[in-house]
Each structure stands twice: as structure tokens, then as C-alpha cells.
């Protein structure tokens, strides 16, 4: 994922100790976060975690409370919007409902001072209307097009203005399961090309993980952990990330054996689980609450007794539920002591072995590598 | 098949048939005897006396200052309302705390809880020798007559008709997204572009409803010139008034009336025309 | 009125009496509500919302109610309050601007009124048009023809029958703010020439065909009912002529003159009482070149519904002892002697009210052609429009 046309160390967006407040709401609480030029940078939370707020800190429509805002190294706090060199996709795209689609794209190239010459602008304007694939559409009223072509109506009409970053607030929310895929494929292939800085507000996960070069998980205007896809998803720091990034089974359990990044927990049930704890966690102590956290798709399900390795965590349990989903198979697992399980397993394996049916009794095991230690918080 | 469309024909226009009496009860029969009297003759003692002549029309020449005025001061009267009610709309609609919001649009309505006689009374006072020419005096200025001239008749009109204006056009700034103001200001408008390339034509139809009803009402007015104007400033409505009440010469009245009548519908035209292309495609991402 | 009637909606008494206050004020003798036609908005109301009237279960054979037009400050509220007291009569009074416009609401019929206030000139109209009704004088008592000087009451009788009695008298002269105007005009001639020189900008003359253009007349040495074509032409040119140097053209001229801005006025006497009572700047003239004396009276329309309240109203005001109480409050002199007698010295001898006899030599009374004349309205309509 890594960006050919970046120029990698390069900041192009910067939050130091920035705060915003809404009255009684701290609706960003001193955030301090880097975007390098040319990333594709996304927001990721739940609603109300402060992830527009951040974008319209960027955009200029909100000023922070606190700290200091930088694009291209200079601190734009105070700048009004119209002055800043970032344009933004709108979540409902406001797009000018009196103007056609030539007009709505030659927007901010007719603010420019001085106004570029009209036969200019209706070039530029037909190149990027090539660019997203809307050819010919110039002259149709903006609310003749579908939702999708609105959309990519709203990227040009920022992208015409070459920002030196493009922020979208949730720019695919609106459009259906199938044409949202093709849309991030679509943005995915547009940022290569065009070779700016894109910062996503996102509430969906996987839309992040699929496009982005870094995340930054928020939660109540705080930054959890920011990282690239892999990074939060092989070594969240919290329970909190774990769960937000991917689907994850955790069984909590008290730490009884705590050396540097190794540490062992005890479950409810007595047994004992070890595994390491993430780069760039808390330390936790002996006695101190965490949990174990194993991606479903690192434990394998087996007839019991079968354990292929010795160094292997097995709990025995029950099916109880199982759903095809083409390449994997998921099974729901009711174990002894340790709650549901939910374990992927893939195709491949699958066929090797017989599959298993809801009410057979199963081992479900996995590696000490696959084993994350994550403190409470 | 047939039939059955036939009888379909027939429920629609019976169930239009109390609409269509309503409407020529209401508003084609009055207008048809004001035609017919428009043509009769002033009967000796005041009224209608029938006949047929174009005497009345013939005459209208001498109402001429009338229509003149009429046709100058309420236009004046239309664009110095505008003037006035288009800053305090968009005040109220995008730069009130909506905690304060009703209060305002509230004090706006008050004064229509009081008869426009009351109000356009207390206007006599204040344009009068003893209000604001009284305190101009003090402070040096002398001589300056505002009541009884058309000044003063524009300011009783801007006044009386202030909430006319600023209703339409704040519902329609109250309806426009504040995000595509914000998106103009994004892609590098300033304050003042956003305002004429965005948010003034958006609001057209508000402005558009807004002198619509304004200037109709404005053709008919008298109270405001009989009472500001000193009977010096006469409008069309102030001579209706003498023709209905004083002089009792209805076909005379019924004339100028027709008259009155026929230059609304023009208006009233353009303004349709005006609006159903500058609306085309519009109402749909606005309504 | 009781207590337990409190949270009713007002009561149609109170609601003329708070008018009543807001019109003392405000508002001058005539023409202001026929401008307004709050006068008909009233008659329509009390038409349509019978509830408002505060029902008598006791009401007599008068019935309970009694409508009345008439002219704004005429009256007395304190005697009509007393007449609904002793009767049951609950009056709803309608104030109107002009003789024309109460004559074109009679015209097109369903008034409801069961009396009304004409002034002299348009009664035998109203007998020819057949409008309103020989009164039976023994329904009358207070009314006393010999108390009446003949030449205010004359025009109650048309072809040997009465059609009214008579209620006041007054002129129509001008008023002056001598404190402004130094010159003491004196005639109708000199009123306009003031109003063309020194004190241009400051005249108010009526919203009224009959004292303006006889005003006009008058001073061109014409009679103040002049229907000849020529000479209201002349009046119109020098009408027309003046229009620049008028403050307005209204007969609401009390607020003008109070504030200053007009310093003179054609104007009736009663008003001119009021703005003397307030301003001593202020002179009442009866002009040596003409002007009009006029008489009021109390007439029944033909199709009155109340008839008998509409007899016993009259012949309560008729009381000399009311006639003297009213003219103590709108300032108009009444016609019966019976009530002079009755008024205060200061009043009886007051020159606004009752002027010396010679001064009234050339005052002519409204004749009955001014009223309908079209070319009387056509001129004042050209003025007003020019
Ligand atoms: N203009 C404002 N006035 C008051 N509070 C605000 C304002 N804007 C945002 N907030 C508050 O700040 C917090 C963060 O809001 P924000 O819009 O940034 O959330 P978000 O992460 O974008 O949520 P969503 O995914 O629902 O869009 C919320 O609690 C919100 O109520
Ligand atoms: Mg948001």
C-alpha cells in the first residue's frame, strides 16, 4: 500500500495538542497526530467520537479551542476556509442544487483571483470530468444523477482545485453495499493517481483497513491508536482497538506471571494463558486485570483429542452455530469455562478434514504466537 | 372499457363541480360585474345607472397622477421593503442562536397583532413637526418636512408591509443547507461571493413571493398614503375610495378598477414567467 | 356589570367605550373612519356576532338594542350609557367621515341602522330617494318645534312633513395658529393667498368636496354652493393652483395643527373649541367672504328595525337637559333654546359656539345639489388626483 508518488517524511497535515469544545461537549480532546504528504489517512470511531469535528478543524469551519493546527508546516489557526489550501467531499456532497454539473465543478476555479479565462476553466472542468468518469455530463442539473454519479460530481469538484489535501467526511455513507466497494476502489486508485493527501472519516472498519495507509482510532475526541491497517489489527493496545479493527475472541483473567512483554493470565475457569503483550502497550502487572485476545482465523477446530501440537492452547467445547461464508467456514463454539469462541476456518482445511456440524463436540487450539495479552483499559 | 372511462369522466367532473362554482362564485363573477359596470353610467343621484358606453374608460386620463404614483411609489415601495427585509431575514435565519430564534420572528409578527390604522397612526406622530424634525431641530438641522411627502408614504409602506417581505424570504434561508455555504467557502469563496453566487440566488424564490405580495397589496393601498401622504400623495386605491364612497360613481370606479385589475395580471404574468425559468429544476433538491 | 362576567370576551359597551377613548384623542370630527371604513367593519361585527351583546332576559318592548350612526366626538358617552341604563337598550354606535358615505351605504340598503345623524343638505335627498321616514312627532314629547329656531330646523320638513329633528348646529370657518401666522386673515381670500405666500406649506384644507371647493368658491366671490360649470373651474384651477403649498388634504386636520406642521385650517367649530381649549395659539375665523352653517339632525332610515328603541333614543336626546350636558363635551351649539338656557354662561356666551349674528351674514347653508353633483365630485376627485 505503500505510495509511489509520496514524498515520505514530507508532514502535510498537523494537530499539536489540539482541543475543541462545544460549549459543555469536548468534542476533540488534545489530539496531536501527523499526516505525511500523499497518505491516505483515515478517522476511524463510533458516532460522535469527534471524527468530523477533526476534518472541519482541517477545513477551517470550526477553529480549535486549543493547540495549534498546521497544513504544509505553516499553522493555519484563524485562516477561514476559503483560504485554505485543503477542499473537502461533503457527506450529502452540497452540491449547488441551481448550478449543473459544469458549474458545480468549475466552483472553485471561479473563486481564484485572478478568475482563470472561461475557455481554461471549461477545459479543466472536462478533464476532470473524464478523470471521474463523467464525460458528457456536463450540462445535466446535479439532482438528474444518481447517487454515485453525485458523488463523484462532489470529488471533482474539490479535486479541480488540486488541494494539497483532500478530506472526506464519510463520502461513501450514503451509497448501497456493491457501488460503495466500487467507489473505494474507485478513491483508492484516484489518490495513486493524483498523488494528494486524503484524509477519510470513516465509521466503518473495514472501509478504513481496505484503503488506508494509516488509521487513527478515536474515541470520545481522544486518539486510541494510530497505525497502519496491520499494525492495529496484529497488535491493537487496548481491548478497545482489538475490538474496533477485525473480529476478535477475548477471555479475561487476572495476570499471574508478568516478564517484559510475556505475560501469563488465569482464567475464571483456573486455566492459564500466556501470550505477549503489543509493542507500545501499558506494562501490566501481577494481579493487575487483562484479558487474551485471538483472531478467529488463528485457531483452528479439531475432534477432540486430535491436538496436532503440544506447545497449543486446546479447550474442548460445543458447536453450536455455523455459517459458510465461501472461502471460510465460521463456527461458533461453546467451550468449558472460557465463554464462545468463534474460530475461522479456511477452505483449504476445510476439505482436508471433515466439517463440523452444531451440537458435535470439538478442541478448538491455537499457538502461544497468536495469543495477545491486552491490558483492561 | 369505454364505459368505464366515460363514467370516470363524469365522478371527476362532479366531484370538481362544487370547486369550479366556488371559484366562479368567488372570483369570476365579482370581476364580471365590475366589467359591466365598468361600461354603464353614473346614475343621477351616485351608483350604477346600466347603459353601455366608453365613457369611463375614456376618462381614465384624469386619474392619471394616480396611476403614476401607484405605479412609481409601490415598485419604490416593493425594492425599499426588499432592501430592508432581506438583512433582517438572513439575520434571523442564519445568524440567530435557534434559543432566540422565535422570540425574534415573533417580534417581527407583533405589530400585525394591531391594526396597520393604529400603527401607521403612531407614524404621524413621529414624522410629524413634533417627532423626528422636533429632535433634527435640536441638534441643528432645521427644516426638514417628512410627513405628507412620499418619503413619508415609503416609510409607512416599508414599515406596514416589513413582515410581508421578510416571511418568504426567510423560510426560504431557513430551508437553504448551511453546508453548501460552507462548501463555497471550502472551494476558496469568500463571504461575500458565497453570498451572491449562492445564497442570494437560492433565496430568489423567497424574494420572488415576497415583492409578489408586496407590490399586489401595494397597488391596492390607501390607508398609507391618505394618512402619511396627507392626501397629497394619492394612489389608485385613494381614488377607488372617492369614486365607491365619496362621489358614488361606480361605473367610473368599476373602470379603474378593470384597469388596476388588468395591470396586475400583467405583472403577475411576468412574475410566472420570471420565476418558472428561473425555477427549473430547482424545487426538487429545495422543497 | 357583574363580576362573574369577567372572563366573557369583551362586552360591546366596552369595547365602544375604549374606542371612544382612543378617538378623543386621535381622531377629529368627520371623515377619519370613512377613510377607514372601521365604521362598516363595526356595523358588519355587530351584525354577525349577536353573543357580543350581553343578553336581557328583562329587555322591555323596546327590545334590547339599538343601532346608530354618526359622527366621531358627538357624543356624550355618559348620557348613551344612561339611556341603556333606564331602557334595556344596549347602542351600537357606528362613527362615520361624510354625508356621501353614509348616503351610499343607504343607498345600497341592509344597513340595520335605526338612526343616523344627516346633516341638512342631504335630507330632502333622502326623502327623494325615499330612504328614510316621516317622524311621528307625538312618539317625541321632549322635541319642542318652538324652541327650535326655524332656520336650523327648516330642513326637516320636505313637502309640509317632518322628517327629523335637529341636534346641533355649527360654521365651517378656519383656524389659525396665531403664533405662526401674523397677518389675522380675515376671508376665504385671504386664506388662500396665506396659504400661497407666507405660510405656504403649512394649509390644510378637508377631504371634503363640500367645504373645500366651497372654501375655493367663496373665495373667488362665488357662492359656497356654486354648481356653475364655470366657476368651479375657476375654484379647481385655484385649488390645483394651491396644492403645492398645502400641508395636506385631510379632515382629520387636529393632529396637523397640534403638532406644529399646520398652521391653519379649514375647520368646523367644535373642533376648533377642542384645539382652543388645549392652545390658545389657536383662532377660530368665520370667514367675511362666506362659509357654511349647517345643522345636524337625528333621522330614522325607512327599513329600521328597532323603531321603537329608535323613538325613544331620540326623544331621550331631545331632553334639554342632555342637549346641554353633550354640548358641555363635543363643544356644538344646540339648536333648542330650552338647552341653551340650560348651559353655563361661559359656554352660552362663547364665541366659537354661538357667534354674533352679524358675523354669519354670508353663510350659507349646504344645498341640496352640492351632495350629488357630479361635477362637484369630479372636481374635488382632479384636485386630489392632480
Ligand atoms: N456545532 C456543535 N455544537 C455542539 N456540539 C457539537 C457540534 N458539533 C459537534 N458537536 C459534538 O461534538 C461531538 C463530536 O461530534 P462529531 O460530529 O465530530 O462526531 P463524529 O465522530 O463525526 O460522529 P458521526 O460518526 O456520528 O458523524 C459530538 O458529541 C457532537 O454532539
Ligand atoms: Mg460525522
Request: aromatic share 10%.
Amino acid at each position: 500500500m505503500a505510495n509511489s508518488t509520496s514524498n515520505s517524511n514530507e508532514i502535510d497535515i498537523e494537530f499539536r495538542s489540539v482541543t475543541k469544545r462545544f460549549e459543555d461537549v469536548v468534542a476533540v480532546d488534545n489530539v496531536s497526530l501527523k499526516v505525511e504528504r500523499g497518505a491516505f489517512f483515515s478517522f476511524l470511531g463510533p458516532s460522535g467520537c469527534g471524527k468530523t469535528t477533526s476534518l472541519r478543524l482541517i477545513a477551517g469551519f470550526d477553529q480549535p479551542s486549543e493547540g495549534d493546527v498546521y497544513i504544509g508546516g505553516k499553522s493555519v489557526v484563524g485562516i477561514p476556509s476559503h483560504k485554505r489550501p485543503v477542499n473537502m467531499v461533503f457527506q450529502q456532497y452540497a452540491l449547488f442544487p441551481h448550478m449543473d454539473v459544469a458549474d458545480n465543478i468549475g466552483y472553485g476555479l471561479r473563486q481564484r483571483d485572478p478568475k482563470p479565462a472561461r475557455q481554461e476553466i471549461l477545459k479543466r472542468v472536462d478533464q476532470t470530468l473524464e478523470m471521474v468518469r463523467l464525460s458528457g455530463y456536463g450540462k445535466r442539473r446535479v439532482w438528474e444523477l444518481s447517487g454515485g454519479q453525485q458523488q463523484r460530481v462532489a470529488l471533482a469538484r474539490a479535486l479541480i482545485n488540486h488541494p494539497t489535501c483532500l478530506l472526506l467526511d464519510e463520502p461513501l455513507a450514503a451509497l448501497d453495499r456493491k457501488l460503495r466497494r466500487e467507489m473505494q476502489i474507485e478513491l483508492q486508485t484516484l489518490q495513486r493517481e493524483v498523488g494528494i493527501t486524503f484524509i477519510l472519516v470513516t465509521h466503518d472498519q473495514e472501509e478504513a483497513l481496505s484503503m488506508s495507509d494509516r488509521i487513527c482510532i478515536m474515541r470520545e475526541g481522544q486518539i486510541i491508536q494510530s497505525g497502519s491497517p496491520r499494525e492495529l489489527y496484529d497488535e491493537p493496545i487496548n481491548r478497545y482497538v482489538a475490538d474496533f479493527v477485525g473480529k476478535t475472541n477475548f477471555i479475561d483473567g487476572d495476570v499471574v506471571d508478568a516478564i517484559g512483554p510475556l505475560v501469563s493470565i488465569k482464567s475464571e475457569s483456573g486455566q492459564v494463558f500466556s501470550g505477549s503483550q503489543p509493542p507500545g502497550a501499558p506494562p501490566i502487572a501481577n494481579g493487575n486485570k487483562a484479558c487474551v485476545a485471538v483472531r478467529p482465523e488463528m485457531i483452528t477446530i479439531t475432534n477432540i483429542g486430535e491436538t496436532s501440537n503440544a506447545t497449543n492452547i486446546t479447550i474442548n467445547g460445543q458447536v453450536v452455530n455455523r455459517i459458510f461464508l465461501g472461502e471460510h467456514t465460521e463456527y461458533l463454539v461453546a467451550t468449558e469455562g472460557c465463554g464462545e469462541v468463534m474460530v475461522l476456518s479456511p477452505k483449504s482445511i476445510e476439505s482436508a478434514n471433515r466439517s463440523f456440524e452444531p451440537g458435535d463436540h470439538v478442541s478448538v487450539s491455537w499457538g502461544p504466537e497468536a495469543a495477545l495479552i491486552i491490558g483492561d483499559t | 372499457m369505454r364505459e368505464d372511462r366515460k363514467s370516470g369522466r363524469w365522478l371527476t367532473a362532479a366531484l370538481l363541480a362544487p370547486t369550479s362554482l366556488w371559484f366562479l362564485v368567488m372570483l369570476i363573477f365579482p370581476l364580471i360585474v365590475i366589467l359591466v359596470f365598468s361600461f354603464g353610467e353614473r346614475a343621477a343621484v351616485g351608483g350604477y345607472a346600466g347603459g353601455f358606453t366608453l365613457e369611463q374608460y375614456a376618462n381614465l386620463p384624469s386619474r392619471l397622477k394616480a396611476f403614476q404614483n401607484t405605479l412609481v411609489i409601490a415598485p419604490a415601495g416593493t425594492l425599499l421593503s426588499l432592501l430592508v427585509a432581506y438583512p433582517l431575514a438572513y439575520f434571523l435565519a442564519l445568524r440567530v442562536g435557534r434559543q432566540y430564534k422565535l422570540i425574534l420572528l415573533v417580534l417581527v409578527i407583533v405589530p400585525f397583532w394591531t391594526s396597520l390604522l393604529v400603527r401607521t397612526y403612531a407614524w404621524i406622530f413621529i414624522l410629524g413637526g413634533r417627532g423626528i424634525p422636533a429632535l433634527l431641530e435640536f441638534i441643528g438641522i432645521e427644516g426638514v418636512r417628512l410627513i405628507n411627502t412620499p418619503g413619508a408614504v415609503l416609510i409607512g409602506i416599508v414599515y406596514g408591509y416589513l413582515p410581508l417581505m421578510v416571511f418568504p424570504i426567510f423560510v426560504s434561508l431557513e430551508k437553504l443547507d448551511k453546508t453548501l455555504l460552507e462548501a463555497s467557502s471550502d472551494l476558496g469563496g469568500s463571504p461575500f461571493k458565497t453570498f451572491i453566487q449562492v445564497t442570494l440566488p437560492l433565496s430568489m424564490p423567497g424574494i420572488a413571493t415576497g415583492c409578489m405580495l408586496v407590490f399586489i397589496l401595494l397597488m391596492g393601498e390607501f390607508l398609507i398614503p391618505a394618512f402619511l401622504g396627507g392626501g397629497k400623495v394619492f394612489f389608485i386605491g385613494n381614488a377607488l375610495v372617492d369614486l365607491f364612497l365619496q362621489s358614488r360613481n361606480w361605473p367610473f370606479g368599476a373602470a379603474v378598477s378593470v384597469t388596476l385589475v388588468v395591470i396586475m395580471l400583467i405583472t403577475v404574468s411576468l412574475y410566472m414567467r420570471m420565476t418558472l425559468r428561473s425555477k427549473t429544476g430547482r424545487d426538487e433538491s429545495l422543497m | 356589570m357583574s363580576k362573574s362576567n369577567d372572563n366573557r370576551p369583551i362586552t360591546a359597551k366596552r369595547f365602544m367605550k375604549e374606542l371612544r377613548r382612543y378617538e378623543k384623542g386621535s381622531v377629529s370630527r368627520r371623515h377619519f373612519l370613512g377613510v377607514t371604513g372601521l365604521g362598516t367593519a363595526m356595523a358588519v361585527m355587530g351584525a354577525a356576532m349577536p353573543s357580543l351583546w350581553p343578553g336581557k332576559a328583562q329587555a322591555g318592548d323596546l327590545g334590547d338594542r339599538l343601532i346608530f350612526s354618526t359622527w366621531p366626538n358627538y357624543h356624550d358617552q355618559a348620557n348613551l350609557d344612561e339611556f341603556t341604563a333606564k331602557t334595556g337598550v344596549n347602542i351600537q354606535v357606528n362613527a362615520f367621515g361624510s354625508n356621501e358615505e353614509m348616503l351610499a351605504k343607504l343607498q345600497a340598503g341592509g344597513t340595520g341602522w335605526d338612526v343616523f345623524v344627516p346633516t341638512n343638505y342631504t335630507i330632502s335627498n333622502y326623502v327623494a330617494l325615499d330612504l328614510i321616514q316621516e317622524l311621528d312627532l307625538s312618539r317625541i314629547p321632549y322635541y319642542d318645534a318652538a324652541a327650535n329656531n326655524p332656520k336650523f330646523a327648516g330642513p326637516a320638513t320636505v313637502n309640509g312633513k317632518v322628517y327629523c329633528v335637529p341636534k346641533n348646529w355649527g360654521t365651517t370657518g378656519f383656524v389659525l395658529n396665531s403664533k405662526e401666522i401674523m397677518s389675522s386673515p380675515k376671508s376665504w381670500k385671504d386664506f388662500f393667498d396665506v396659504t400661497m405666500g407666507a405660510g405656504s406649506g403649512h394649509t390644510i384644507v378637508h377631504d371634503y368636496q363640500l367645504t373645500t371647493i366651497g372654501a375655493a368658491l367663496c373665495a373667488l366671490g362665488y357662492s359656497f354652493n356654486s354648481i356653475d360649470p364655470k366657476e368651479l373651474a375657476e375654484a379647481e384651477a385655484l385649488l390645483i393652483k394651491s396644492k403645492p403649498h398645502l400641508f395636506a388634504i385631510t379632515s382629520d386636520y387636529q393632529p396637523g395643527m397640534r403638532s406644529g406642521d399646520g398652521w391653519m385650517s379649514i375647520c368646523w367649530n367644535g373642533d376648533a373649541t377642542q384645539l382652543h381649549n388645549d392652545l390658545p395659539e389657536m383662532e377660530y375665523v368665520i370667514a367675511a367672504d362666506g362659509g357654511e352653517i349647517w345643522t345636524d339632525f337625528y333621522a330614522v332610515p325607512k327599513d329600521a328595525p328597532h323603531l321603537d328603541a329608535a323613538y325613544a333614543f331620540i326623544n331621550f336626546m331631545q331632553d334639554p337637559k342632555v342637549q346641554a350636558r353633550e354640548a358641555a363635551v363635543h363643544g356644538y351649539a344646540p339648536t333648542d333654546s330650552r338647552a341653551i338656557a340650560l348651559q353655563p354662561p361661559s359656554l352660552a356666551s362663547d364665541p366659537i359656539l354661538h357667534p354674533a349674528e352679524n358675523l354669519m351674514n354670508g353663510l350659507e347653508f349646504g344645498a341640496a345639489q352640492t351632495l350629488t353633483d357630479p361635477v362637484r365630485a369630479e372636481v374635488m376627485a382632479r384636485f386630489k388626483s392632480a
